[in-house]
Structures are given as structure tokens and as C-alpha cells.
């Protein structure tokens, strides 16, 4: 049993019969879910992740004090709290995780404040260009189970993805990142005798990459360490997480190099190929820079259009 299915199971065993019995009158006001801070709430929770903040649990999310004052929240974080602690062989714990909470009884305000700088969502083309990805993704991943007022459901819907706009000036300071170290600088690195330099090039051209394939695939890229897990699962570009691993793992010497620069060539002509079929570049060459400048070009926000390439990344 992952963490989804644990959080659904004992929400419907013990949180949604406490609410009811309990609550009555407050469940116009509600939201009840599992989404957030954890793999769990991705899904890519195994046996080593239970070392840390993995328990039964669910999140109940609640509207400012002018709808739901403090003493009915108060009164729900008490229900909440005597909720058996035990379920399915899990516990949940005694302390709270590093961070603030995680689940139990949230302000919806706060809890999207502290995600992303934004009470009711709405971001700003500043903020859009600036909140960490990592944060946007989980404001939208895991489950929500009823949101009877519907302020989380708009929320979470207006955050799906990047504006279009956005999306495209993201896209176009990745694809320059990937062709300034991968396409120009690993091979001069390599050639200049600096292999540490040469690796942080291959690097920097994976890092750039499996941000530019999730633009491409309209998803946020989650936390560093779920990267690969995430990519694998994406409707197109996925085989290439292999291809990147090969260039994480594998030395800088000899043929070897020679072989490193070639697949990022190949993962280059991929990433072009899917360009062109999403019709957002003009250009018509393997040369990434000239496709990150023709992305931008064709954004529609003048303001937007004309920050520097990299103002998005």
C-alpha cells in the first residue's frame, strides 16, 4: 500500500465518519485531500521512504476566520488529532515534520501562501517566472477528495500548468542552456584537457534537458530526487531519462567523450523534432541557440518577449 492509497483508505475508515458525525454543518466548508510536501503524495514512495513523515494521515482544508472562525477550527484539530493512530500496520507520529505540517487541519490561504506566495492562487507574471517549479507541483499533485466550497478545486485548476507565454520563455533559456554546454562547451572542455569542467557541462546539459522535456510535456519538473522517476512516466521524451543517466554516470575519457557528445546530439535532434511538432519554433537547423532565440520570438507578451532569454531560468 502506498501513501495514496493509505491516506484514501483511512480518510474513509475514520476521517469521513468523524466529519460527518461530528462536523455536519461545517462540510459546506470543506475540502478533504492528500496532496503536498513527500513523494507519497506523487506516488513515488517505496520501503525506503517509510523512514520519515510516512503515517495515515490526510489533509482537511478550511476557508479563512471570516467563513470558519478559530473555535471550530480548533474543535476539528482536536477531532483530528484523536483519529486512531494506528492503521494498516502504520503509526502515525507523535511529532511534527521538519517544515510545518503536512497534514491534519490547514487554512486553504495559508497553506497556498506558503507554496507559492499566493492566498487565492493568482500569480503575477513576476511570480510565474520566479515560484519555485518544485512548489507549483505540489499544489496540484496527490488527490482531493470533496471540495464542497470549491476554492481548492479553482485553485489547483488555475495552477496546472504554465501560461503559454511563460511555458515558451522557460523553454527558450533551457534550450540555450543545452546548447551552450552541451552542444558548444562539453567538447571544448574536453579538448582543453579540464574533465571536471567538462562534467559539469554534461551536467548542465542534463539538468537543462529534463527541465526543457518537462516544458515540452506541460508538466512541473517535482524535487531533484524524483526527477527520473517523474520523466519516465511523461506521454513523450521519456525514453530520453536513460540517455541522460548515460551522461551522469559515464567517465569523460577517450571514446567515451566522443560518444557523450554524440548522444547529446541525438537527444538535441529530439527535442527539435518535438519542437517542430508542437509548431513553436520557425527554425530549421540542429542548432538549439537558434531555436531557443525563434521560441522566444514568437512569445506574445511584448514585456515578456523582450526580458533576456534567461530571465526565466
Not at 466550497?149 to 504554465?162: K, N, Q, W
Amino acid at each position: 500500500m502506498n501513501g495514496l492509497e493509505l491516506s484514501r483508505a483511512y480518510f474513509e475508515a475514520h476521517g469521513k465518519p468523524m466529519l460527518d458525525q461530528q462536523f455536519p454543518d461545517l462540510l459546506p466548508y470543506l475540502a478533504a485531500g492528500f496532496f503536498g510536501s513527500g513523494s507519497e503524495c506523487f506516488g513515488y514512495d517505496d520501503q525506503v521512504s517509510r523512514d520519515h513523515d510516512f503515517e495515515p494521515g490526510f489533509c482537511l482544508f478550511l476557508p479563512g476566520e471570516d467563513v470558519v472562525d478559530r473555535k471550530t477550527a480548533f474543535a476539528l484539530e482536536r477531532a483530528y488529532a484523536k483519529l486512531p493512530r494506528e492503521f494498516e500496520g502504520f503509526r502515525r507520529s507523535l511529532m511534527g515534520p521538519v517544515g510545518g505540517p503536512r497534514r491534519g487541519v490547514l487554512r486553504t490561504e495559508e497553506f497556498f501562501t506558503e507554496k507559492i506566495g499566493a492566498a487565492d492562487g493568482i500569480l503575477t507574471l513576476s511570480q510565474w517566472l520566479t515560484v519555485p517549479e518544485q512548489s507549483l507541483a505540489e499544489c496540484i499533485n496527490g488527490e482531493l477528495y470533496f471540495d464542497n466550497r470549491g476554492d481548492v478545486t479553482r485553485i489547483r485548476e488555475s495552477l496546472a500548468c504554465y501560461p503559454e507565454d511563460v511555458r515558451r520563455k522557460k523553454l527558450a533559456g533551457h534550450l540555450l542552456l543545452m546548447a551552450q554546454s552541451g552542444q558548444y562547451n562539453y567538447r571544448r572542455c574536453i579538448r582543453h584537457g579540464e574533465n571536471g569542467a567538462a562534467q559539469l557541462a554534461a551536467v548542465g546539459f542534463v539538468k537543462s534537458t529534463m527541465s526543457a522535456v518537462f516544458l515540452l510535456n506541460r508538466r512541473y519538473q517535482p524535487y531533484y530526487k524524483w526527477c527520473f522517476r517523474a520523466m519516465r512516466d511523461l506521454p513523450k521524451l521519456a525514453l530520453l531519462a536513460e540517455l541522460l543517466e548515460y551522461l551522469l554516470t559515464t567517465d569523460n575519457e577517450g571514446d567515451l567523450a566522443e560518444d557523450k557528445y554524440d548522444v547529446m546530439e541525438s537527444i538535441a535532434a529530439d527535442i527539435i523534432d518535438e519542437l517542430m511538432e508542437q509548431g513553436i519554433t520557425k527554425a530549421t537547423c540542429g542548432d538549439l541557440e537558434k531555436h531557443a532565440y525563434s521560441v522566444n520570438d514568437h512569445i506574445s507578451d511584448p514585456e515578456l518577449r523582450n526580458l533576456h532569454v534567461l530571465a526565466a531560468v
